[in-house]
Structures are given as C-alpha cells and as structure tokens.
C-alpha cells in the first residue's frame, strides 16, 4: 500500500528501531512521502507536518521507539559527505561530472547505504520538498525539535549552550565514530561539542575547507591568477586560519568571543580565496578559456558559499530554523546539479561569451556602412560566386565516379572545403557563412540601449547589416550562374557532350521544387552554417588556450624545420587564420557527409546552399537547352533557389545572434521601441537596406531620440 494512503497513527505504528538498516531507511522515505503529499500545495504539507506531530503527541510511548530509532540511525550513517559534498562533483573535471550525472539520471537510488549523500537524493527526489520545508513556521519547527529532539531528561525545548538537536545528551558516547575527528579534538580539550549535529557540522567545514585549499593549489589554477603577493598567498593563510578556528573551537567552545572572532577571521580569509580564484577569469579571458577551468572554479565559489551556510547553520541561535533552510538549501542545490544542462551551461558561459567577443569583432568588417565598403564587398562576393562554380562541378564530377554513399559524400566534402579555404585565403566571400559573425556584431550593440539615440544606431546598424547581407548574396548568385555556364559549354565543347546526362539534370531540377523539401533542407543548412561557426569559435580559443602559436614560433623542431624568421610567421599566420580554416572546413565536412550520414539512419536529409542551389540549376538548365524555359518545373525550382537565401541567413542570424545575446548577458530591451523605429525607416528609407547611405543621414525615427 502506498505510504500517502495510510493513516498516519498505523504508519508511525510501523516505527522498528530493531529492523534491518533498509527497512529503516523505508520507513523514514514512507513518513517523507506520506507528508509529501500529491506535491501541489506546499501548506497542505504544513499541515500534515502538524498532525503528526499531533499523533506523535497522542502516543506517550512512541518517543522511546523513535529515540532508539534515531540512535540506530545517526550511528549507522555519515552526516559529512551530505553536508560537505552534496551536490558537488566527486571528481574535478568536467567530463567526469557529465557521466556522473548521466548516471544519476538512469540509475536509481538504493536505500541499502551508510552515506547520506546517497541516502538523501532517496527521502528528497523533487524540489517540492524544498518547498514546504521552507514553509514550515517557527511556532511547528520548535513544536517538532521539542517532540523529537530534546534531551530524554528535559521537556522543553533545548536552551542556548544546551544540546537540543539530534542528540540525546551531552554525554559522549563510549567510542566516538571514526568520522568524528574535531569533536574528540574539542574534548580532548575540555570543551566537548554537544550534540551529534554540531559535530558533523564542524566535520563538514573541515572536509569543504581542505578541498578550497587543494583547488587553490592545482597548478592549472595557481599558475593563472594574479602574480601579486597577496593573492599568491591567499590560500597559504587558509589553513593556518582553519588551524586557529579549530583550536579556538576546541578551547573556548562556540558562542566564546574567541571562537566568534576566528570564525570571522575564516569567513574573512575564504572571501579572499575566492577573490583570489576570481583573477583567473582575466587570464581566461586573454588566453583563452578551458571549460574545465571554469568548472573547477565554479566548484570552488559554490564550496565557499557551502561553509558560509554551515558556519551560519553552526552558530545559529535558532538551530531548528538554521537546519530547515539547510535541509531546504541542499534539496535544491541537489535538483540543480542533477541538471546535464545546467552543468553544460554554467560551465562553458564564458567560453560561450568569448567565442561570441571574437566573432563580434570579426563580423564588425563584414558589416558595410559607406558606398566603398558596399563596392568592396560586391567585388569581393563576386569572386565567392565564381570559386563555388568550380565546386558544384566537381560535385557533378564526383557523382560520375559512382563510389559508395559514404565516400561520396566525404569526397564531397573535402570537395567543399577546399573550395572554402581557397576562397578565405583569396579574401572573398560567401554570404550565407556571414550571418554567424554579423549577429554577435548586432548582439553587441544591444549592451548600450539605454544610451541616447540607441535606437537609431541600432536601426542604422540592422539596415548596414541587412545591405551586407543582400549585396554579398546578389554578389555570389551573379558570378555563380555565369561561371557555371562558362564551365558547362567548355566542357561539352571539349568532350562533345554535355557531362551530366539529362535525368541527373531533371532530378536535380526536381530537388529544388519550391513546393518540396527545399524549405526544410534550406533550414537544416542554416543550421549547419551556424555550427560551423560555433566549431569556429572553439577551435579558435583551444588555439589559443594552448598557445600553440608561441610553440610554433618558438619550438627548437619548428624554427630548425623552418627557420627562425618562418616561424614566427608561419605561428602570426595561424592565429590570424585558425578560426577561419575551422569554420571552412567543418562546414565543407558537413555540407558533403551530413546527407551520408543521415542517409544512414533513413532521414534523407540533404542541404540546400543557396548558392550551390543556384549553381546546380544552372547546370541542369544548360544541360536541358532553351526549352527549360518553357517548363513549369524550372520556374518552380527558380523560384526554390530564391527562398533558400534568405531561409540560409535567417536561421543561421537567429541561432547566433539567441547564442551571443545569452553569451553577453544583453538585459532586456523594449523590442516595441525597435520593431517600430525598423518599421519608420521601412516606410521612410526602404532602400538604406540595399544600398549604402548618401552623405545626408536617413531619417530618424521619432521613438529615436529617447533612451
């Protein structure tokens, strides 16, 4: 029977201090669950607190069962690693974390444990429990420590100094458990802590102390923060102010003011720990940033924040209170790293932020602003066009030499980025790879909204952006179709016949049906020009982190292979170049291997390039003769190509410019303010989004001009 149906006097009748450990543990998830309830109403659960503690109070000999229940209990589990390391990761990295919590997520708890860390995950699964823990008044938490947790001797409630929290008496046991450690150090001074609760809290600042301490040192840690003499020694004084808080703890006991001012001293020197941790993110963020890192440092401030909490908890004078937001505190740090998503996030924010930075500052020179930079880019998306007209006919090659699906698509690939890189290292341009650097450019702008005449930049920099966008696709489409051509009656000129046969040709015509798959297919590749620049961004900062160029430039292999002065060049180069090269190539990979690959698993899905899209129709155009012109088919197909571009740019501009203004941080803005200031130079200056500005300025919009 379900423990929430049961009438609570028969489920605390069921209370066994005899019963084997699982049968016990059983019995307190049962009493959990049964105050649980449906989960909906937190008050609900208040009051099922309160008629328990009314029936305990109806039951004059169930406090000697329980009494010897919760003796069996705190003496058969270990309080520390619940207090210390829940929620933490078992093992500082990264990686590890993300199996450890996958596992978490698949296996289920056990009941048959002495850790409860373990235990706990078990009695609290959802942050309900949290909840109504925090709901519980002051007048039904003393009602309960009074019922459940005062000295057999007393009846009221404990008094300040007095045990009165998960402990029978002050006498200490016989044989202290072997993780009590600071609690037999108190005695051995006179001074022994009182109650079982106490005890494990000082266990668990001592443990969460020494893993501050280790984290501070690592080297990967300690070699990146600041070189000044304060905060290289900001971990030094931990222990030794650890020391002091001990011996003071053990001498003068823990309300004496020797204790209270070695325990401000502790807090004091942990602020500066986490300070000093904090000088890393500046090295991060200039050379480069290791989830990892971020992850360990992460950990640190959180273990901070813990021994705030169990230093708070030690020396409140209202212990029920204390322990309850305790309880409440762990249950939800506990949901929160259970969470493969949050751990995703809050651990790779900064690299998120920096790839964002860099692709900002290069999106910066894709966004034209005057009539030479607009000139500029046309010329420099013509010469893009006319490189891909080379590869949608080594695509038409490739699909000549009938090699399997998964080669064909590799060599098709490979095919794509060597394309890529020819056309980065001749500056050109493909417009569709903009949209990924452009958007953190635009994200970045919002960061400065509350500025005078923000709006008006803004628009002014969406209409730049917008013109880029156009003039770079117009570019590659112009040149594309002419050299695709050019290359089709060469070819047909030098072997006598055309060299994609005319079902190949229809097909292809076919795939491009505005009424097909083309819009689908279009979307997906705006995905993947979107991860090609996120690979872009990581590559670059692993570049970076490692400092591969230094070793490249300095390396005694590299400079005796090379020469000194060829080096240094060669290592200039790649920094310059690496995220590019990255971005090329990955995206050729999955242009050519992603249809493959998903041909596989049976999803037949393809891309649809805009200007590969427009290549391809020419193609097949030419290979049919004028008559194509006749057919519905092909103005079907024309009218495809047409919605591809802008299906390019559109998905992959959303995806990053949602990734950077999350990356940034950007606060929130009026979006009614900007969508009508867009609207006012839509209806005003319609043609400032094609064309560059002349000397005079556009029109302000009247929303403009405010903050």
């Not at 959802?126 to 109504?132: E, N």
């Not at 840690?221 to 070189?227: G, H, K, T, V």
């Not at 409140?316 to 939800?332: E, G, K, W, Y």
């Not at 076919?510 to 993947?528: E, H, M, P, W």
Request: with cysteine; aromatic share 8%; glycine share 6%.
């Amino acid at each position: 029977m379900a423990a929430r149906t049961l009438d609570i006097e028969t489920l605390l009748g069921r209370i066994d201090p005899d019963a084997d450990q699982v049968e016990r543990h059983l019995w307190l998830h049962d009493v959990l669950e049964w105050i649980r309830g449906d989960a909906q109403d937190a008050q609900a659960s208040v009051g099922r607190v309160r008629q328990m503690l009314a029936a305990i109070g109806r039951m004059p000999e169930w406090p000697l069962r329980w009494r010897a229940w919760w003796q069996q209990f705190i003496t058969h589990v270990d309080a520390t690693p619940l207090l210390a390391d829940y929620g933490f990761a078992p093992r500082t990295a990264f990686a590890s974390e993300l199996g450890h919590r996958l596992l978490r997520k698949w296996l289920p708890p056990t009941p048959e444990t002495t850790d409860l860390s373990q235990l706990f995950h078990l009695l609290f699964p959802q942050a309900f429990d949290a909840k109504w823990i925090r709901a519980l008044d002051p007048a039904t938490l003393q009602h309960a420590e009074r019922l459940l947790f005062a000295p057999a001797t007393q009846g009221a409630p404990a008094q300040d100094g007095q045990p009165g929290l998960w402990e029978d008496s002050v006498a200490e046991p016989a044989v202290a458990p072997p993780h009590i450690v600071l609690a037999t150090t108190a005695s051995a001074w006179g001074q022994p802590v009182a109650t079982y609760w106490q005890n494990e809290l000082i266990e668990a600042i001592a443990y969460s102390v020494s893993q501050i301490s280790a984290t501070g040192f690592a080297s990967e840690i300690r070699m990146r923060m600041a070189e000044d003499a304060e905060t290289q020694r900001a971990f030094h004084s931990l222990s030794h102010c650890m020391d002091t808080w001990t011996r003071q703890l053990g001498i003068h006991g823990l309300q004496h003011p020797e204790t209270l001012a070695a325990t401000e001293l502790l807090r004091e020197q942990l602020a500066h720990c986490r300070r000093a941790a904090g000088t890393v993110y500046a090295h991060l963020a200039e050379q480069g940033v290791s989830v990892g890192i971020v992850f360990r440092l992460r950990q640190m401030r959180d273990r901070v924040q813990r021994v705030n909490e169990l230093l708070d908890c030690l020396f409140s004078q209202n212990s029920a209170h204390s322990t309850a937001r305790l309880v409440a505190r762990l249950i939800m740090v506990g949901q929160e790293r259970r969470s493969v998503r949050n751990l995703i996030r809050s651990s790779s924010h900064l690299t998120a932020a920096k790839v964002a930075e860099r692709h900002a500052e290069s999106g910066e020179t894709y966004i034209t602003r005057n009539f030479r930079e607009w000139r500029i880019m046309l010329g420099h998306a013509l010469g893009g066009g006319f490189a891909m007209g080379f590869a949608v006919w080594f695509k038409f090659l490739i699909g000549t030499l009938a090699l399997s699906i998964f080669w064909g698509g590799l060599v098709a690939g490979i095919n794509y980025a060597v394309i890529f890189v020819l056309i980065q290292l001749l500056h050109w341009t493909i417009a569709t790879k903009q949209p990924a650097v452009t958007a953190p450019a635009l994200a970045a702008r919002l960061k400065a909204m509350d500025q005078p005449n923000a709006i008006d930049a803004f628009v002014d920099e969406v209409s730049h952006l917008i013109r880029s966008q156009v003039i770079a696709i117009a570019g590659n489409l112009l040149a594309v179709v002419p050299c695709v051509l050019l290359i089709a009656a060469a070819l047909e000129h030098g072997l006598g016949q055309s060299i994609i046969p005319v079902k190949t040709a229809t097909s292809t015509m076919a795939s491009l049906d505005v009424f097909g798959t083309t819009v689908l297919f279009a979307g997906f590749t705006g995905v993947l020009l979107f991860a090609s620049s996120i690979i872009a961004g990581w590559t670059e900062n692993w570049f970076v982190f490692h400092r591969l160029d230094s070793a490249i430039a300095h390396h005694p292999r590299f400079r005796r292979l090379l020469g000194v002065d060829r080096a240094r060049r060669l290592a200039h180069w790649m920094r310059e170049h690496v995220s590019g090269l990255a971005a090329n190539i990955s995206l050729g990979l999955m242009l050519g291997l992603t249809p493959a690959i998903a041909l596989f698993f049976g999803l037949g899905l393809e891309v649809r390039h805009v200007t590969l899209a427009a290549g391809q129709l020419a193609a097949a155009g030419y290979t049919l003769g004028g008559q194509v012109l006749h057919q519905q088919e092909f103005w079907l197909a024309l009218a495809g190509v047409a919605l591809v571009g802008p299906i390019n740019v559109i998905v992959s501009f959303y995806f990053a410019f949602r990734t950077a203004v999350a990356a940034h941080n950007v606060p929130r803005v009026d979006r009614r303010r900007i969508n009508a200031a867009l609207r006012y130079r839509l209806l005003h200056a319609p043609l400032s989004f094609i064309f560059p500005p002349k000397k005079r300025k556009t029109p302000s919009s009247p929303t403009g001009s405010g903050n």
